[in-house]
């Protein structure tokens, strides 16, 4: 029904109109997420685009094989179109980004979107899951720490975190592999996302974890998880220091805070004060979670390497190391999709947290 | 003057405890409490500082030769010995000079830059002041050690390029610390009375906004340095680092790598407890230093 909008808003679409409150409230704030995303995504793939192009390497050199004359390199500089002006070449490469396509991999001659939207759902789920796994360690000794402040408890939280905080996660991964698995036999090796001789579940959403229980063979999202384990385990650990450290001083601050002080006078039982406390310090903790899952799709890299996990982060490294441009741009480009999804859906997770926050 | 049995600490801070003072060892205790991670960050970057300096008395053999047969257990070798033979404790005894010179080196750089360029962008007003920012804010977008990565594997793998590297992941983070503090001191009382007598620009910014933006930065600094070194430990084990035999912790964790399906855990042990204790001592050191100052830390 094309009903004329007011003239006060001779811009909008005229279903604007019709649609309820709400839906229009989240179209504009999304609306003006994906703008502001959008410039900042345009900033950073120029930024790289412009680091690779002027301090790294020469990708045709390595492409040369074992006999890199000056011909030889560049024919392929042609064939792959580094001879042209940089800016020539940086207005191809948006040209062709609009247009959706990502370009070759410099290797291994795929499409570098089909590389990185196959590696993604490895990164994604032990991202999650050693978020998960940091949110539980780091809340519960958090909210310990808070209610026995000063006592043994809240010292030994300190120190572990420290501890944490410290330790490089590639060693802490190589760590736990050491004893969980050579020592105690506890998980499996770390050999990456299946054990050898488990062939992975017909593709339904790409995601191994879902696909083995949705494709009626729950043996090999069983094997999937317990190879995750152990990579998730030493996110969870690295990761538990700064969200214990945040949900104690949050904690702190909310036991401390009038309503809390209301809620006991009212004489209120402890367990529920306690849980009204939490619930106030939450958004604190929320936010840092997301921040965290954002940087760590890009920066599990050390981890992924230590389990051979081949997600996000092992394809990242290899393709700055080999300066495989194209795939150097996908991945930088997916990593920010996928860290706008992330702060989206944390902002939805905030609203439902604490009704008093509006999303301007 | 405690209000009830819950959660009595969070209620007794001092505006609640009206009259009472604290008894002598409590004193003591809070004292101590306070100062204590101060102290055990300073005994511990104090250690490896001694260890790295004195690396060549303390060492048992040459790092950069093979001392030995290779895979052989810690005994006669004090750490054992890697794959290729070297002494792995004087490896490890070797290795925290290097991480030292370019995380200090690295982070120096960084905070002279940093402060310099937030100085500029505190003071400028209008476009200047919030474009650059905008930049800073894209350049933090990226996993930093794939930043710090891209830079040394395209520069090349010498000391050189990983203090620019890690300098050029630690400017953004001190331009924002002295930039915010920039702001904040501009418009306060002391600098308005500077302003008034009759200062000249230059004077009220080496002597009265730049000593008052030190304390965060000095903060963040040993933060810094600590996350450089993982970074550099982090670069030689992704193989991108210095290249060997020069003995660094990074790349002796990765040569233990496969050892360790296998059993042979003092290639990677030893290095990475000794990188975590250097951490922990720089992260110790940045809280005592943080107590001491009572600073808030931008993260």
């Known amino acids: ?360 | 003057m405690s209000t009830g049995e819950f959660p009595a600490d969070a209620l007794s801070s001092p505006e609640w405890d009206v009259g009472a003072a604290p008894s002598g060892r409590r004193r003591l205790v809070s004292a101590l409490a306070g100062r204590g991670a101060l102290v055990t960050g300073a005994c511990l970057v104090g250690a490896w500082i001694v260890i790295a300096i004195f690396a060549g008395q303390i060492a048992t053999h040459d790092p950069r030769t093979p001392a030995g047969p290779p895979l052989s257990a810690p005994g006669s070798f004090v750490f054992g010995t890697d794959t290729l033979g070297f002494d792995v404790f004087s490896r490890v005894v070797y290795a925290p000079r290097v991480d030292l010179y370019l995380a200090a080196g690295g982070t120096l750089i960084a905070v002279v830059i940093g402060t310099v360029l937030g100085v500029a962008i505190g003071m400028a007003r209008g476009f200047l002041a919030d474009a650059p920012m905008r930049v800073f804010d894209a350049l933090q977008a990226f996993p930093l050690l794939v930043l710090a990565l891209a830079l040394v594997a395209g520069v090349g793998q010498n000391s050189g390029s990983i203090i620019a590297a890690i300098a050029f992941i630690n400017v953004p983070i001190f331009v924002r610390i002295v930039r915010s503090q920039v702001l904040s001191l501009r418009e306060r009382r002391f600098v308005e009375a500077a302003v008034a007598d009759g200062n000249p620009r230059w004077r009220i910014l080496s002597r009265h906004i730049l000593p008052n933006t030190m304390s965060p930065v000095l903060a963040q600094a040993t933060n810094s340095i600590a996350f450089a070194i993982v970074v550099i430990a982090a670069l030689s084990f992704l193989s991108v680092g210095l290249k060997p035999p020069t003995p660094e912790w990074g790349e002796m964790i990765q040569g233990g790598t496969q050892g360790i399906q296998s059993g042979q855990w003092w290639m990677s042990i030893f290095p990475g407890a000794a990188l975590a204790t250097l951490v922990l001592g720089f992260i110790l050191l940045g809280e005592g230093v943080q107590n001491v100052l009572k600073v808030e830390r931008t993260a």
């Not at chain 1, 698995?181 to 995601?207: D, E, R």
């Not at chain 1, 152990?230 to 036991?255: F, K, N, Q, V």
């Open chain 1, 1 to 360: 029904m094309a009903a004329v909008a007011p003239s006060g808003s001779t811009a909008t679409l005229s279903i604007h109109r019709l649609a309820p409150p709400w839906v229009r409230r989240w179209a504009r704030i999304i609306g003006r997420r994906l703008l502001f995303f959008l410039i900042t995504l345009w900033l950073v793939l120029t930024l790289t685009w412009l680091l690779t192009r002027v301090v790294g390497g020469n990708p045709a050199f390595k492409l040369a094989g074992p006999t890199p004359t000056p011909e030889v390199v560049h024919g392929i500089e042609v064939k792959l179109g580094l001879d042209k002006p940089l800016f020539t070449q940086y207005v191809d490469y948006l040209g062709n980004l609009a247009r959706g396509r990502l370009g070759t991999d410099y290797f291994t001659s795929q499409s570098v979107g089909q590389e990185v939207v196959d590696r993604a759902p490895a990164t994604l789920q032990l991202v999650a899951f050693g978020g998960l796994l940091a949110l539980l360690f780091g809340l519960v000794l958090g909210v310990l720490s808070a209610l026995r402040r000063g006592k043994p408890v809240d010292h030994a939280g300190r120190v572990v975190s420290v501890l944490a905080l410290a330790t490089p996660d590639f060693f802490l991964g190589l760590l736990l592999a050491y004893l969980l698995f050579y020592k105690l036999h506890v998980f499996p090796a770390p050999i990456g996302q299946l054990p050898v001789g488990t062939a992975p579940p017909t593709k339904i959403t790409s995601f191994y974890l879902l696909d083995g229980i949705l494709s009626g063979n729950p043996g090999a999202s069983w094997a999937f998880l317990k190879q995750m384990f152990l990579p998730a385990l030493t996110l969870g650990l690295i990761y538990m220091a700064p969200i214990l450290r945040l949900t104690r001083a949050s904690m702190l601050d909310s036991l401390a805070s009038d309503s809390v002080l209301y809620a006991q006078a009212c004489g209120l039982r402890r367990s529920l004060v306690v849980r009204y406390a939490l619930r106030q310090s939450m958004t604190l903790v929320v936010t840092f979670l997301g921040i965290l899952i954002a940087a760590l799709i890009g920066g599990d890299v050390l981890v992924e390497q230590v389990y051979s996990w081949g997600g996000l982060g092992q394809f990242g490294v290899e393709a700055v190391v080999n300066d495989n441009y194209p795939a150097i741009q996908a991945f930088v480009l997916i990593v920010g999709v996928l860290a706008l999804v992330v702060y989206t859906i944390v902002d939805i997770v905030y609203t439902l947290i604490d009704p008093r926050v509006r999303l301007s």
